[in-house]
């Protein structure tokens, strides 16, 4: 029966944490699981070892008698010298042990050192939470304004999920207890949601505000006057205030994205002014234009 290198077979080194066995463990555990190996025998055996070596690695009381063993292997193994609670006698050469593993997932090695030879005892085995998904979800601008669901269809099951009003692009969700079942009764892992909103034709999001560009006629701009703009919340009539620059920003309150998580809490819209400049006017207009501005004394310099 060959000795077996518990540090090895995690892939860590003899100094190693209890935490970074654990995630070691882990991590060998979701890659050689038998639900996500159906069939293959030597992942089946890759996942007893993994067990096996946590199993002893991560109980203070084995793995100092596991190191203390171990650094006298080729002594004891050539001499057949006893150790306390340890028969080294399989070990010479001529010896030998079956490499199976018993009932209860362990080998002949584990049970000749903690099992007293026999390995009948039953040992509770090593759980663990369930591997986590992560997927994404794209949406409108529209729906993150509103809110909406999605069904997804994960392990050949669906899943009805629910968007709050509010989500931002590049938001992570995270949905516990919807990843993968977990191994000996350990939780299931959880569903991680990456949120991805495509660009709006008019909308542009700035956090929890809204910008929108809206054109106006340079006579509105002047005199004044009443225009219409669009909210997620329906078109709104706006008052343009006479002498209207272009660029200009006018914040209109609580009319922007909802704040995700909040009940009634909104940003603002910001409408940014774009002045058009008239380019078929007649004759007649540009002369009334000439005489406006001779009587008209502007902060611009002219030449």
Do not use: C, M
């Given at each position: 029966m060959d000795y077996k290198d518990y540090y090895k077979i995690l892939g860590v080194n003899k100094s190693a944490s209890q935490d970074e066995i654990k995630k070691a463990f882990r991590k060998l555990a979701i890659?050689?699981?038998?639900?996500?190996?159906?069939?293959?025998?030597?992942?089946?055996?890759?996942?007893?070892?993994?067990?096996?070596?946590?199993?002893?690695?991560?109980?203070?009381?084995?793995?100092?008698?596991?190191?203390?063993?171990?650094?006298?292997w080729q002594q004891y193994?050539?001499?057949?010298?006893?150790?306390?609670?340890?028969?080294?006698?399989?070990?010479?050469?001529?010896?030998?042990?079956?490499?199976?593993?018993?009932?209860?997932?362990?080998?002949?090695?584990?049970?000749?050192?903690?099992?007293?030879?026999?390995?009948?005892?039953?040992?509770?085995?090593?759980?663990?939470?369930?591997?986590?998904?992560?997927?994404?979800?794209?949406?409108?601008l529209e729906e993150a304004y509103h809110g909406t669901s999605r069904i997804l269809e994960l392990e050949h099951q669906k899943l009805r999920l629910q968007i709050k009003p509010g989500v931002e692009n590049g938001q992570t969700l995270r949905i516990k207890g919807k990843g993968a079942l977990g191994y000996n009764n350990g939780e299931a892992g959880d569903l991680y949601l990456e949120i991805r909103i495509a660009p709006h034709s008019v909308f542009k999001r700035a956090g929890v505000n809204i910008e929108q560009i809206v054109k106006l006629d340079v006579f509105t701009a002047i005199l004044g006057g009443k225009i219409k703009v669009k909210t997620f919340a329906g078109d709104l009539l706006i008052t343009i205030p006479p002498g209207t620059q272009n660029g200009k920003t006018l914040r209109l309150k609580s009319k922007g994205m909802p704040v995700y998580g909040k009940t009634n809490e909104f940003g603002d819209m910001l409408v940014k002014t774009e002045i058009l400049i008239p380019t078929n006017l007649s004759e007649e207009q540009k002369?009334?234009?000439?005489?406006?501005?001779e009587h008209t004394k502007t902060n611009a310099d002219t030449v």
């Open positions: 890659q050689y699981h038998p639900d996500k190996n159906p069939g293959d025998k030597i992942a089946e055996t890759k996942f007893k070892e993994i067990n096996e070596a946590n199993e002893v690695l991560s109980n203070p009381e084995k793995r100092k008698k596991y190191d203390e063993l171990g650094a006298n193994q050539q001499g057949g010298k006893k150790e306390e609670g340890f028969d080294w006698g399989p070990f010479q050469q001529g010896g030998h042990y079956s490499g199976d593993f018993d009932e209860n997932g362990f080998s002949d090695f584990f049970n000749n050192i903690f099992g007293g030879g026999g390995g009948s005892k039953k040992r509770k085995k090593s759980s663990f939470k369930g591997e986590d998904y992560q997927t994404h979800v794209d949406l409108s002369e009334l234009l000439r005489k406006i501005k």
